[in-house]
Structures are given as structure tokens and as C-alpha cells.
């Protein structure tokens, strides 16, 4: 089959923006494994997704993601709707909220307000809650206490039918007096109130080898993040899947051999607008052969 028919067949003759590269393309065509259904995280539109939840939210459906992760914006995780309202549009659209990032910070210390937030992510069907930033910690001290309140947390999370996780960013994937906090999060929080998300391109960035990680340490992670980026002026910058320095078809094999079930597509930086970047990586995703 020549590339020309090939990607006439696969529905692909649009806009330049949406065209991937022959690599890629041909790839889809070696054997059939792939990563089907595939989600995103909805920060990845917080630019336009407040003004419009609804609309936005369909948008993304259409381009083919199944799962959504929710984030705490201004109106809350679920934007503004009841529970039982967005699992109904979930539902009307053809899409499971999967997971929530939350405002952690706001609730280790606030019981109401942590019951708050379980009994509106609950309602709504999602599966897991994630911690999603806390920063670096200066010493052993402070990552020990990070340990203490993600136990805390997740207890109370899993008394409710739900599941509570770390997302990682590049800090806790570099050492620390020789050993990474994130190693130390997974070794000294209980598998039973405490599972984690695997972001592939901030492990990426701290240097770290995702396959000999997820060897050590795959049966405690349940999600990922599924990111490219380029490093430029010395700072890692976000791309369009495929069109940065992540090896994508080595990772994701890799997660597929973990405990990873739902793998979630997040961009934040876009080289023209969050939907078009979107749409691309939603066709990249459904190429994929791996």
C-alpha cells in the first residue's frame, strides 16, 4: 500500500496541522495493538473549557476520548454541574470521568471539606481522586510527611468506595541525598489507600528510565499521563504527541506490561490552539501501533 492511499483510506486527507508524519502513519499498519479506549485530562482546554463545559466537553468526545480526568477549576471538578447532571451528559455523550485532580492542599487538613469533595466525585461515577501538585520538599523530613497525609487521605477516600493517588511532576523524580522521594512515596504508602499516576513525559524530563521504573514499581501505578515536549532554551516545552523527544511506542509498551489501566492524554503548551493540538493528538492516539 503507498502512503498516498494509505492515508486516504485512514480518513486523514484534512488540514496540515492533522497530518502526521510517514513514520507514524505506516506504523498503524504493522500489527494491531494499540491503546483503544484512550482518555484526556481537561486541563489540557482550561482555556476555553469554564466558558463552555458542555460544548467543550462534546468537542472532545467527537474527536474520539472516552475518558475524561476532571481538575478542580473555579466552579469545582464537575464545572458548575450537579452530580447526578454530569453523569447524565457523561452518559449522553458517550464518555466515563474516569479520575479528578482536586484541590489536595485544600482538604488534607479540612475533613469537611474532603467528605465534600469524595461524596461530589462519588455521585458523579468517577473512580479515583489525585493529589496533583505539592512541590518539592527540602528534606526527608517533609517527603515523610507527605507520606503520612497521602495515607490519610487515601483511608478516608477508600471508605467511600473510591480510589486516592499521587500524580508525579519532575521533582520527585530527582534525588534527594541519592534516592528519589518518589521511590520513597511508593515504599512507605499503603497499597491499599495510596495507587499512583505515572506522568511519561515529567519522568521524562527528570532523567529518569520509565521502563526500569515501571519494572521496580508497576503494580502500584493505575494511570498515566501520556505527554510529548522539546527541550527549548533549556526548559522543557510542551509538543503535540509524536513531536518531541518522548519515545511514546517504548513507554507505552512498557506501561502496557504494568498495572496501568486508563491512559490519559494531557498537553498544556500548544503551537497554535488547545482544541487543534487536541484533535491532532486524538488521531495520533488512534494510529498508534505499538
Known amino acids: 500500500m503507498n502512503r498516498r492511499k494509505f492515508i486516504k483510506q485512514t480518513g486523514l486527507v484534512t488540514a496540515g496541522v492533522y497530518t502526521l508524519s510517514t513514520s507514524n502513519l505506516m506504523a498503524s499498519i504493522v500489527n494491531n495493538k494499540s491503546i483503544n479506549p484512550f482518555g484526556v485530562q481537561l486541563y489540557s ?12 466537553m462534546t468537542k472532545l468526545a467527537k474527536m474520539g476520548y472516552k475518558q475524561f480526568e476532571s481538575y478542580s477549576g473555579e466552579k469545582g471538578f464537575l464545572w458548575g454541574l450537579s452530580p447526578k447532571e454530569m453523569k447524565v451528559f457523561l452518559g449522553d455523550i458517550g464518555v ?6 482536586f484541590n489536595y492542599l485544600d482538604v488534607v487538613n479540612n475533613s469537611d471539606t474532603l467528605k465534600k469533595n469524595i461524596e461530589m466525585a462519588k455521585g458523579a461515577g468517577l473512580k479515583y481522586m489525585l493529589c496533583p501538585y505539592l512541590g518539592p520538599q527540602k528534606n526527608w523530613d517533609e517527603w515523610k510527611q507527605v507520606a503520612d497525609n497521602l495515607n490519610k487521605v487515601g483511608e478516608e477516600v477508600s471508605k467511600a468506595g473510591l480510589k486516592f493517588g499521587y500524580h508525579n511532576h519532575d521533582y520527585s523524580f530527582k534525588p534527594l541525598e541519592g534516592k528519589l522521594p518518589q521511590d520513597y512515596l511508593i515504599e512507605n504508602t499503603d497499597p491499599n489507600y495510596v495507587m499512583f499516576e505515572l506522568d511519561l513525559c515529567w519522568i521524562d524530563v527528570a532523567g529518569v528510565d520509565t521502563e526500569d521504573h515501571l519494572k521496580k514499581y508497576g503494580d502500584r501505578y493505575e494511570l498515566c499521563h501520556i505527554k510529548d515536549y522539546t527541550i527549548k532554551d533549556g526548559k522543557p516545552l510542551q509538543n503535540d504527541l509524536g513531536k518531541g523527544t518522548v519515545n511514546i511506542k517504548d513507554t507505552l509498551n512498557a506501561a502496557l506490561k504494568s498495572n496501568i489501566k486508563y491512559y490519559i492524554v494531557e498537553q498544556e503548551e500548544y503551537p497554535n490552539s488547545s482544541l487543534e493540538s487536541l484533535e491532532y493528538d486524538a488521531k495520533y492516539m488512534e494510529l498508534l501501533s505499538l
Open 96 to 101: 466515563d470521568m474516569v479520575s479528578t485532580h
Open 45 to 56: 482546554v482550561r482555556d476555553v473549557l469554564p466558558d463552555d463545559p458542555r460544548g467543550v
